[in-house]
């Protein structure tokens, strides 16, 4: 079957995470760069990547690439390309654009001079017909222009992949279920070992360790846009869908995941959520103060997502809820802890200094994630 040049899109840190999902998969001859990671696939590919991969933001086909300093060599370039072989003579194809240092940095004129080229392109490959009525399959074009290169691609997920289809109550400043997924799989966690998030909100990390453990694929309750395309035959999909029901783990009742708050509201939306999951059976929510926390359980795990500061509480009260949170912490001493803040003194206030951190994105915030590693367990 024909191999595509395809590219994962994921967040500013993950790259590498996501990298090694594809690894995993069984993907070789990955190219790792910012914001994303180049392999090569099939339709059927397109499928199993799109259903499966847990921190990728988005699966593109890469249609081309080519250097381009002004509106007419983007033009030619763009018009090179065999959008023929994807965009059907009713396809609707709307074109976004980003430039970062670049000689072309009007997105306004990028998108009009790429959208006018397939266009052409278009016309005279169906036979120089007059019109496009674009009533039909969604292909979403994408420019992209990095230090004058052109890259030019068309995205098969539609909706980003942190989209699972589980989350569907609206929780306030919850934190993506990718980047969830991210920290949950830096973590060094296995299913037989506690796992407690004592800030969970409306369950994301919670949910997502459970997802992991359980071999739940996170788009198994999905749609995406390409399942449309004519290119794709009904049997892909459906084989696909087939394979990722038939990984779903059911020998792991061991699991033992807690999720608490302080408030009951984002806990009923965290049960509810869990459940649409396909995971409540596994996680168990309450409603306690971080404060409370202690466990007869060793070598237990707290991967959690505390209060910044920027719009859940104030300054003064997130240092002294960091002070808080080492002291009762300490009293774990088996334990390993993964923070995310983007709170930079977090360490001076938690007392502790990290054995490692990594800079990760919650959004638009530059956060790092610390991660405090408690002793092995001994072998058994």
Not at 113 to 138: H, M, Q, T, Y
């Amino acid at each position: 079957m024909e191999q595509f040049n395809l590219i994962a899109m994921s967040k500013f840190g993950v790259e590498s995470i996501t990298a090694n999902e594809l690894k995993k998969m069984g993907y070789t001859d990955l190219k790792i760069e910012t914001g994303r990671v180049c392999f090569k696939g099939n339709f059927s590919d397109i499928a199993k990547t799109n259903l499966w991969l847990r921190t990728a933001d988005r699966i593109l086909i890469n249609i081309g690439e080519f250097k381009a300093v002004t509106f007419e060599e983007l033009f030619e370039g763009t018009k090179a390309l065999p959008w023929e072989e994807w965009i059907g003579k009713n396809g609707a194809f709307p074109v976004g654009a980003k430039s970062v240092r670049s000689a072309l940095y009007s997105l306004p004129d990028c998108q009009a001079i790429a959208k006018k080229a397939i266009v052409e392109r278009l016309k005279s490959k169906f036979g120089n017909i007059e019109w496009l009525p674009e009533d039909g399959p969604l292909y979403k074009v994408e420019v992209g222009i990095l230090n004058d290169l052109v890259t030019m691609t068309i995205d098969t997920s539609g909706a980003g992949l942190y989209k699972r289809g589980y989350r569907v109550l609206n929780g306030g400043a919850a934190i993506k279920e990718t980047l969830a997924a991210a920290l949950v799989q830096l973590t060094k966690w296995k299913y037989d070992r506690v796992l407690i998030d004592p800030f969970c909100g409306t369950g994301t990390i919670p949910i997502e360790a459970a997802m992991y453990e359980m071999n739940i694929a996170p788009g198994l309750k999905r749609s995406f846009i390409s399942e449309e395309w004519a290119q794709f035959s009904e049997d892909i999909w459906t084989e696909a869908r087939k394979e990722a029901h038939e990984s779903v783990r059911k020998d792991i009742d061991s699991l033992k995941i807690i999720g608490s708050d302080i408030d009951d509201n984002p806990l009923r939306m965290a049960r509810y959520h869990a459940k649409q999951a396909g995971v409540d059976k596994y996680i168990h929510f309450q409603r306690m103060d971080m404060r409370e926390i202690s466990s007869h359980n060793k070598y237990g795990f707290i991967v959690t997502n505390p209060p910044y500061g920027e719009r859940l509480e104030d300054e003064k009260k997130v240092k002294l809820l960091y002070k808080d949170m080492g002291r009762v912490f300490a009293k774990l001493d088996t334990w390993s802890f993964y923070i995310i803040t983007s709170v930079r003194d977090f360490e001076k206030y938690f007392g502790k200094r990290a054995d490692k951190k990594r800079k990760l994105y919650n959004g638009m915030l530059e956060c790092n994630y610390y991660q405090f590693f408690g002793p092995k367990p001994p072998r058994t």
